[in-house]
């Protein structure tokens, strides 16, 4: 493994059997995190983005998911192969998880402060005193007034946005060397989504973590990520910095997504260009490229074989038939890259 | 508050003062507090706000699924809050409604002809079944759909052409202004932009009037010609929307435009936020004055004790002057 990587996922493939048949979520999807940066994930719903995060979490429900292969490196360690005692070791010190909705991740029933030093008492050895401590610290750094009052109250007397600054307290009080925010800020406003964004910034910069953001919003990813990997139909297509992602796209899915969201610093005549049709089925995903069926530059071999990696910088690669030495040049949408 | 409406010309609907309170235990909630604006025909115009401000309260009393605490909203001249029978029921038809959730708001049991054509049956609007069907038919292609979705059920059909029969049912019935409430935030990006493209040319097409109800900013600047932006149930600013969003007067308007992140590292990296502190009030004890002055990030002590008047400052750009700013 790669010294500056935390994290290395190969060749990642994860089913689920349903009674439609096999829905095929990941399909061989390989990424690294570095240290202390924030890879973003981003696609649609149904792209698989979140079946990677909570594979690496290893939370998938156990009764119909089927790991068709692959590994996910954490040290000297393949999560995959680790048996469920072990992985409790794992999840909460050293890779923690925050998800959309603040209270699926709160139990109703228990103060706050309880929540929190669980995993205090439990992966740090702490004392209940030293443990209810920390707590109000936590949540200080989280930016709750009055945390001393605070951790005797229960979910319920919190707002979304001081609940997800909660949950983010929970998922840090081990600092964790990974945080997977899984959409963190999806079911909130704006300001309070533009106060959570900073908090994780400052977080990170604090202790270090590396962090793994799902998401389907780009301007998220603008904001707050260093590199970024965008995931169509259980595939990574193309991944990259998220200057040269944003700037110099190099595959017409990546181009049809920053083409159809109206920005708020354009004006009003910039037209939006929606890509037609839907994503695929996963229970029978079409051979060669997933995006061909949508995809305006298509060729005969794009439905028949899946495109290699063509890779552009250090980190820049996309998967697209249209860099095949053979195939017509064909430039992106003005709406993409020079488009500012 | 003073009436905003610049000589009414013109307008389509025209709200005045409006007013919703809910009863909650023995206090009220004030959903809606004192709002007024008016609506040209032909035009968009956006809300926008975060959850809690008051806007889908706004959209519901305007099509009478709600009767207004107080104030009116005059329809073509009408005031829709008094009318009965069958003035009422072409009211119905040409006022609808299109939601957010596009599962929770179509029948599940129904096949997708008879939820398109419901209201064509409740107002009488087909001769016979086969006009039925061909309007039906007419409709799904309007929309992008096809023929053959017809008789399918709406658990058949992805959340993108759900919303698709959800505005071919408000079509269905010829109405002259739609409310739209978030009508493309459960959606996906890619499909959210099906969905407004079809909205801009049906209203093209149609002339049509909509009011475009969302909290995502960028969505309202490209659909809206005119915005307003709604603070704990009352309008803070209303302008045309590049005015809106070149130049925000209000501290909420600027604050919550400055928090929207752009899908553009360059701008992001450069910009700065003006972060607002602390959560919305409760609708039901709202700060006195200046509503927003509790998370105002140039509060000053008189916005406690004036009512900020409802002041034109530039033709067409209204704003609550508060004392702050002004």
């Not at chain 1, 990520?225 to 991944?239: L, N, S």
């Not at chain 1, 159809?260 to 079409?286: N, Q």
């Amino acid at each position: 493994m790669n010294d500056d990587n935390i994290l290395e996922v190969r060749d990642l493939q994860v089913s689920f059997s349903t009674y439609a048949g096999e829905i095929q979520a990941v399909r061989s999807v390989t990424f690294d995190l570095r240290r202390g940066e924030t890879l973003a994930i981003v696609g649609e719903s149904g792209s698989g983005k979140s079946v990677t995060a909570k594979s690496i979490m290893r939370l998938n429900p156990e009764a119909n998911t089927i790991v068709r292969g692959g590994e996910i490196l954490f040290g000297q360690e393949d999560l995959l192969k680790l048996g469920e005692k072990q992985m409790q070791d794992i999840r909460g010190p050293k890779i923690a998880m925050v998800f959309q909705d603040p209270m699926t991740s709160l139990d109703p029933t228990m103060k706050v402060g309880r929540q929190i030093t669980e995993s205090l008492k439990k992966h740090l050895g702490m004392s209940g005193r030293e443990a209810s401590r920390r707590a109000v610290e936590l949540l200080r750094l989280v930016g709750i007034p009055n945390a001393e009052q605070r951790v005797k109250q229960y979910p319920h007397q919190f707002s979304g946005g001081m609940r997800q600054r909660v949950v983010i307290a929970i998922a840090l009080a081990c600092e964790p060397q990974i945080l997977i925010a899984d959409e963190p800020t999806t079911a909130l406003d704006v300001t309070i989504q533009a106060q959570i964004l900073d908090l994780l910034r400052e977080l990170q910069e604090k202790i270090g973590t590396s962090v793994i953001l799902i998401t389907h919003d780009l301007g998220v990813v603008a904001s707050v990520a260093d590199r970024i990997a965008v995931m169509y139909a259980g595939k990574i297509v193309e991944t990259g910095t998220v200057r040269e992602t944003f700037y110099d796209p190099q595959m017409p899915y990546t181009w049809g997504l920053l083409a159809s969201i109206p920005l708020p610093t354009a004006d009003r005549s910039r037209d939006l260009i929606p890509i037609p049709g839907s994503p695929p089925d996963m229970s029978d995903p079409p051979e060669g490229c997933p995006f061909a069926a949508r995809c305006p530059y298509v060729m005969r071999i794009c439905s028949t074989e899946f495109p290699e990696y063509t890779t552009f910088s250090a980190e820049h690669k996309a998967a697209c038939w249209l860099h095949h030495p053979m195939a017509p040049n064909v430039e992106p949408p003005a709406q993409v890259g020079g488009a500012r | 508050m003073t009436e905003q409406s610049s000589n009414g010309n013109g307008a389509i609907l025209e709200v005045k003062d409006l007013k919703k309170h809910f009863k909650v235990g023995r206090a009220y909630l004030k959903a809606v507090d004192g709002i007024s604006l008016s609506i040209k025909k032909g035009e968009t115009l956006g809300l926008v706000g975060e959850s809690g401000c008051g806007k889908t309260t706004v959209g519901r009393v305007l099509v009478r699924l709600y009767q207004p605490s107080g104030g009116e909203v005059l329809f073509a001249g009408e005031d829709v809050h008094r009318t009965e029978g069958e003035e009422a029921k072409l009211l119905n038809r040409k006022m609808q409604m299109i939601f957010q959730d596009p599962q929770a708001s179509l029948n599940p049991r129904m096949v997708v002809s008879d939820i398109v054509a419901e209201g064509i049956d409740i107002h009488g609007l087909a001769g016979s079944r086969e006009e039925r069907l061909d309007r039906v038919h007419e409709l799904l292609e309007t929309v992008g759909l096809s023929k053959e979705h017809a008789n399918r059920f709406p658990h058949e059909f992805s959340g993108g052409q759900r919303q698709r029969i959800g505005v071919a049912r408000a079509l269905a019935v010829e109405p002259e202004f739609i409310v739209a409430d978030e009508p493309v935030s459960a959606l996906d990006v890619s499909i959210q932009a099906q969905v407004i493209n079809l909205m801009t040319q049906l209203q093209k097409d149609r002339d049509l009037t909509y009011l475009f109800i969302s909290h995502d900013l960028s969505v309202v600047k490209y659909i809206s010609d005119r915005v307003g932006v709604m603070y704990l149930g009352q309008l803070v600013e209303l302008a045309d929307s590049d005015e809106l969003y070149a130049n925000p007067l209000h501290p909420y308007t600027r604050a919550l435009l400055s928090a929207v992140p752009v899908p553009d590292p360059d701008y992001e990296s450069e910009r700065e936020r003006i972060v607002i502190t602390g959560d919305l009030p409760s609708p039901i004890n709202p700060p006195s004055g200046c509503r927003f002055r509790t998370r105002c990030p140039q509060a000053v002590e008189e916005a406690a004790h004036v009512d900020p008047p409802w002041r034109e400052v530039e033709p067409g750009h209204w704003v609550e002057a508060c004392p702050c700013f002004t």
